[in-house]
């Protein structure tokens, strides 16, 4: 019997070995990485410039030191998200959730600043911010909140794309400071918002006061084409919680802020002992040079057109699949109906994807995947996906999403 703790039900496969957009499994099978560990892989596998970097950092002996002392590599890796944010101060930790968590007690002490003494932050339906009990609260799912009630309080929950619904809050609840949303939902399924909608909300952020913190932890850092989807929408948040691909596989998260959120926390107000440690902002200084030195923004525009089209195309007339949509290398197929089986079925394809949503087959693959790794990708999937469609909707299991 495993000593693991039973929290996923996992896949009959362990990877050994990676190159690129490719992995081994143990019996030497290789299979096309469709999903870059949940958006993190950003530069795929064993990638040159990454490996030397940790390397050395390694084999100088600093790993970690403390957040007690100055440490170079936080500075060049805060001075590197500056720049591509757009933004002025970082804060290191070392995951999605913990990003959001600081996010949420920025916009707390944001709001008792302001005299407002039970402030309280706008989240979303479908939306998902990780499971912590603060962020958990603040999700917008059912499913990760039964069974550890009581929620966290200070969160007002209304639908996506409806600003009136926005507008209807602000009226009525005063108490509110904040509106926390993931410019693309990636949990709940690829929901592509209209940049107008971001904009509006932005709008109304602007007319309150309020800050704007974009949750861009699977969707940020170059995966739709530019560094950041609010850059898409033209304007820029107060607060940017990021983690999943900033290390390039390193476990990094990080809380930005800038604008009206600039300068709330001050010391004594927040912390982490292993945040921002010299080998997770090796990890960062070396992804993100990486990143813009092989114009990975660029490509992820340029393929990720590649899959999608070549998915509408192949996919063309098949009964069964009700929209392929996404911003670059965040791609997701809804089918109509519940689809988890998909990822086996691939997966014995040589194929590495995800099913979000019960009837999403999600694609996240690492940012250096190539045109004809694009292709590759779709002449494995359509047909996988066609098979699935095509078998009698009885004898598709009743799926749960992993
Ligand atoms: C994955 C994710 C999180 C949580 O990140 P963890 O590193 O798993 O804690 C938060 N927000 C979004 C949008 C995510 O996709």
Redesign the pocket.
């Known amino acids: 019997m495993s000593h693991v703790m039973n929290t996923y039900a996992r896949l009959p496969v362990a990877f050994v070995r990676g190159e690129g957009v490719w992995l081994w499994d143990q019996s030497g099978k290789k299979y096309l990485d469709g999903l870059a560990g ?2 993190v892989n950003t530069l795929g596998y064993g990638h040159p410039a990454l490996v030397k970097a940790l390397t050395e950092r390694i084999a100088s002996g600093i790993t970690h030191t403390s957040n007690l002392f100055n440490i170079p590599d936080q500075e060049a890796a805060a001075d590197r998200i500056a720049e591509i944010t757009g933004l002025d101060e970082v804060f290191f930790c070392n ?6 968590e600081a996010a949420i007690k920025v916009a707390r002490l944001y709001g008792h600043k302001r005299g407002v003494e039970r402030p309280e932050i706008i989240v979303f339906e479908h ?6 009990l603060a ?1 958990l609260s603040a999700t917008g799912s059912r499913k990760v909140q039964a069974g550890f009630e009581p929620l966290v309080s200070g969160f007002v929950r209304v639908q996506l794309d409806d600003l009136d619904a926005v507008r209807a809050v602000a009226e009525r609840n005063k108490n509110v400071v904040a509106v926390l949303i ?1 410019p693309i ?3 709940g399924g690829i929901h592509v918002p209209r940049m107008e909608y971001l904009r509006g909300l932005k709008d109304i952020c602007d007319q309150h006061e309020w800050l704007f913190m974009a ?5 940020g850092l170059g995966r739709t084409g530019q560094w950041f989807v609010y850059q898409h929408a033209g304007f820029q948040p107060d607060v940017l ?1 990021l ?2 691909g900033l290390g390039g596989g390193v476990a990094v ?1 990080a809380c930005v802020t800038g604008n009206r959120a600039k300068g709330i926390f001050t010391p004594g107000k927040h912390g982490s002992t292993f945040g921002g440690n010299p080998l997770a902002c090796t990890a960062v200084v070396a992804t993100l040079d990486a990143m813009k030195k092989e114009n990975l923004l660029g490509n992820a525009t340029a393929v990720g057109r590649t899959i999608r089209d070549g998915l509408v195309e192949a996919l063309k007339g098949t009964a069964g699949v009700v929209e392929v949509r996404g911003m670059g290398l965040m791609i997701g197929i809804e089918l109509d109906r519940p689809c988890a089986e998909i990822v086996s079925m691939a997966l014995e394809n040589g194929l590495v994807l995800n099913v979000t949503a019960d009837s999403v087959i999600r694609l996240l693959p690492p940012l250096v995947m190539t045109e004809a790794e694009g292709r590759q990708l779709v002449d494995i999937l359509a047909p996988v996906i066609k098979v699935f469609l095509a078998r009698p909707v009885a004898a598709a299991p009743s799926a749960k999403a992993g």
């Open positions: 949940i958006a995951s999605g959730c913990e990003a959001n939306a998902f911010h990780g499971r912590t962020t993931e939902q990636g949990e949750d861009e932890v699977q969707c919680p983690a999943k998260g």
